[in-house]
C-alpha cells in the first residue's frame, strides 16, 4: 500500500491539472499561432511561466486504484499488476482467464 499522502497529493494534482487545463491550452495556441506578435508571445510565455508547476497534466502519476502503487501500473484496467494478479485469479475481472499451458 502506498502512502497515504502520495495518493492524496496525486489526486490533488489531477484536481488542479482539470482546472487550469483550459487556461494552458489558451497560452499554448498563442504561443504556436505563427501569426502571434513577438510581444504577445513573450507575455503568453511569461504567463504559462508563472502557473503553478503542479497545474499541469504531466505531473500526475498514474496510481492503482485500490493500493495506489505507482508501478506496474496496467492503464486499461487501472490497477497495478499486483492488483490485478489479486482480482483476476477470484475472477472478479470480467472477461479475464488465467492462461495455461
Excluded at 19 to 37: F, G, H
Excluded at 49 to 77: E, H, M, Q
Excluded at 86 to 94: I, T
Amino acid at each position: 500500500m502506498a502512502k497515504l499522502s502520495s495518493v492524496v497529493k496525486n489526486e490533488k494534482k489531477k484536481i488542479r491539472g482539470a482546472k487550469m487545463r483550459s487556461v494552458r491550452v489558451e497560452l499554448r495556441k498563442i504561443i504556436k499561432n505563427p501569426k502571434t506578435t513577438p510581444e504577445a508571445r513573450y507575455e503568453a510565455q511569461m504567463k504559462l511561466a508563472r502557473l503553478p508547476r503542479n497545474a499541469s497534466d504531466l505531473r500526475v502519476r498514474n496510481r492503482c486504484l485500490i493500493s495506489g502503487r505507482p508501478r506496474g501500473y496496467l492503464r486499461k484496467f487501472q490497477m497495478s499488476r499486483l492488483a490485478f494478479r489479486e482480482y483476476a485469479s477470484r475472477g472478479l475481472l470480467p472477461g479475464v482467464i488465467k492462461a495455461s499451458w
